[in-house]
């Protein structure tokens, strides 16, 4: 019954490192999304995936790459990170586009870049 | 102006208060409106759906008033386990794109 699962929970990185956030469901979800949340702004939306194949962008798209090969899957790759990409990150899912769909969300990761 | 607004609180009631929280949205397009909850460092997860006509799951008590753009959610009878920050979440029609408030906190006190 695992859900939507994201790893890792904590990461510290410093500027100019990479590195890729997972997140996988297993609910055969076509929809899967990357959220961050920071202080006073609420969840704003980075990427998201309509199906295996399909990415486009969120509202805050820039610095961060995803790619969906599988349905289960969709990572978020920092290619050379900022101390502005410190934030909490959530990976969520759905049956289908987000309108009248429940979201479930993974447990979340907290990032901080120095 | 933000897309979707919330008072952030926090609002601080007694055991068995009720209380209301309202979200005001910009885009009249908007179609589908939800509450998440939030805990603590933890997910969101789904409250209710807000329905046209209104809907209600126990102490909890959602409305939609489309000519002033805004929902509300009203909870009955507090329970401690209520204090959390709840999410308002709005989409607008054919998009694949939900947008979240900045939650409103909560905080029920014995």
């Known amino acids: 019954n695992a859900g939507v699962t994201q790893t890792p929970k904590f990461q510290v990185l410093k500027t100019g490192q990479s590195m890729t956030l997972q997140c996988a469901q297993d609910?055969?979800?076509?929809?899967m999304s990357w959220y961050r949340q920071d202080p006073g702004m609420g969840l704003r939306l980075i990427h998201y995936?309509?199906?295996?194949?399909?990415?486009d962008q969120g509202e805050v798209p820039n610095g961060y790459n995803v790619s969906r090969s599988t349905t289960e899957d969709f990572p978020l790759r920092l290619l050379s990170a900022a101390p502005s990409q410190t934030s909490v990150y959530f990976c969520?899912?759905?049956?289908?586009?987000?309108?009248?769909?429940?979201?479930?969300f993974g447990s979340g990761t907290q990032l901080s870049v120095l | 102006r933000k897309e979707v607004e919330q008072d952030p609180g926090p609002f601080n009631v007694p055991e068995g208060a009720t209380v209301a929280f309202n979200c005001t949205y910009s885009?009249?397009?908007?179609?589908?409106f939800f509450w998440y909850r939030q805990d603590c460092r933890k997910e969101p997860k789904l409250l209710m759906s807000?329905?046209?006509s209104g809907n209600e799951d126990g102490r909890f008590t959602a409305q939609l008033n489309r000519a002033s753009q805004y929902i509300s959610l009203l909870i009955r009878d507090s329970k401690l386990s209520d204090s959390a920050t709840y999410l308002c979440?709005?989409?607008?029609?054919?998009?694949?794109?939900?947008?979240f408030g900045t939650g409103t906190r909560l905080q029920v006190f014995p």
């Open positions: 609910m055969n979800h076509e929809y």
């Open positions: 979440v709005v989409s607008s029609y054919n998009t694949d794109k939900l947008i």
């Open positions: 807000v329905y046209s």
């Open positions: 995936s309509v199906g295996a194949g399909i990415t």
């Open positions: 969520a899912s759905s049956y289908g586009p987000g309108n009248n769909e429940k979201l479930f």
């Open positions: 885009n009249s397009a908007s179609q589908s």
